[in-house]
């Protein structure tokens, strides 16, 4: 059964950085393309950065140049960056990916960023 698990959010002030982390097990981390989606209240949930497994990145136009995912597969870990955050960045951020062996979609339960003007 693969597990997600978001770490990392928080209330921070406008202008703020904040790095969300997302820990995964019960998969082969490494094989696998990673996500950070957002979804703020009212709002359908957005996909905010991914990254594949041979490291190719790509960003929502909305946050690119101000966040950055990264992965440490040694680790199961995927990372979000998040610099200069803005009201608009308030979401719960979740954590995703579609799992190559078992061929399913998992999320994590997702983690609570929130940005004070």
């Known amino acids: 059964q693969v597990q997600l698990g978001e770490s990392g959010g928080g209330l921070v002030q406008a202008g703020g950085s904040l790095r969300l982390s997302c820990a995964a097990s019960?998969?082969?981390?490494?094989?696998?393309?990673m996500d950070w989606y957002r979804q703020a209240p009212g709002k359908q949930r957005e996909l905010v950065a991914t990254?594949?497994?041979?490291?190719?990145?790509n960003y929502a136009d909305s946050v690119k140049g101000r966040f950055t995912i990264s992965r440490d597969n040694a680790k199961n870990t995927v990372y979000l960056q998040m610099t200069s955050l803005q009201s608009e960045d308030t979401a719960g951020y979740y954590c995703?990916?579609?799992?190559?062996?078992?061929?399913?979609?998992?999320w994590g339960q997702g983690t609570q960023v929130t940005v004070s003007s």
């Open positions: 995703h990916t579609f799992d190559m062996r078992s061929r399913r979609h998992y």
């Open positions: 019960g998969t082969i981390f490494s094989i696998n393309a």
């Open positions: 990254i594949t497994s041979g490291g190719s990145t």
